[in-house]
């Protein structure tokens, strides 16, 4: 997998049991679309509708609604695991008073994804170009030698 400028070229790497790889011209370009948040906890991969964050001088957690951007120090986190979060002794949990809802997307996120889509229908690609019969008279690093035989 390759990163450009213009997004990630995905390819097929030949593995066993997989199809065979992708001519170079078939390779498909992915652009890159702002992603819904995932939960922080290891193995999850809920949506985060909500944010935790450490008062350490309080001595306090605090689950709150999922913050609009992602801050240092602060962890997102899924319905289960924000109504689940337990602290260690002498710490108090703070909860937003509620239901965690899954955040609504905005339209920077709408217009991103339609962008998206229409710079992967455009058909920009360059066209194939035909093999020539003969030797090109092209130094490459790679030569073809004659056969012994």
């Given at each position: ?14 593995v ?27 193995g ?25 951007a ?80």
């Open positions: 997998m390759a990163h450009t400028p213009r997004g990630t070229l995905v390819q097929n790497r030949g066993a049991g997989a199809p065979a790889p992708l001519p170079s011209r078939e390779r498909l370009w992915c652009s890159t679309v702002p992603s819904v948040r995932k939960c922080s906890r290891t999850c991969l809920e949506p985060a509708v909500a944010t935790l964050t450490y008062a350490y001088s309080d001595s306090t957690a605090v689950v709150g609604p999922l913050a609009t992602s801050e240092p120090h602060s962890y997102d986190l899924c319905e289960e695991h924000a109504l689940r979060l337990t602290v260690p002794k002498g710490w108090e949990v703070v909860r937003h008073e509620g239901d965690f809802s899954a955040p609504e997307p905005s339209s920077d996120e709408l217009t991103a994804l339609a962008e998206a889509v229409r710079e992967a229908g455009r058909s920009d690609r360059p066209a194939p170009q035909a093999e020539p019969d003969g030797p090109s008279g092209r130094r490459g690093h790679l030569r073809v030698l004659p056969g012994r035989g």
